[in-house]
């Protein structure tokens, strides 16, 4: 028999989470390509550079894991605060260019009355 808590905490660590991963203000485009290197060889879907950041999406479990933290159950829901990942365990010449890397929840577009012409 399967408890439910077990089942509860597989699907949990494998939810997919997207955290962004902001690069310091003088990141030069080598930086740029060096980070998404380093993402994308720890198993982490990068997204398109834009600004100064990245997107890298990973299921939950493998992000606890590869960067050695315990995302709490709501991260990334409406209404959660953002979560600053750790980066230690990085290699250091992408941790020199990284400023944070953060899980931020969506935008509460439901909070209020709606906009009607």
Known sequence: MTDDTDVQGDERRERDVTALVLLRPTATVDAVDLVAGEFRRLGFEVGPFLGIAMAV???????????????????????????????????PAV???????????????????SWSP
């Open 95 to 113: 941790v020199a260019v990284v400023d944070r890397v953060v899980i931020e929840p969506p935008a509460d577009l439901h909070d209020g009355p």
């Open 57 to 91: 999406t990973a299921p939950l479990g493998h992000v606890e894991s590869t960067l050695d933290v315990t995302i709490p159950a709501r991260a990334g829901e409406v209404g959660d605060d953002d979560i600053e990942l750790p980066i230690s365990a990085l290699d």
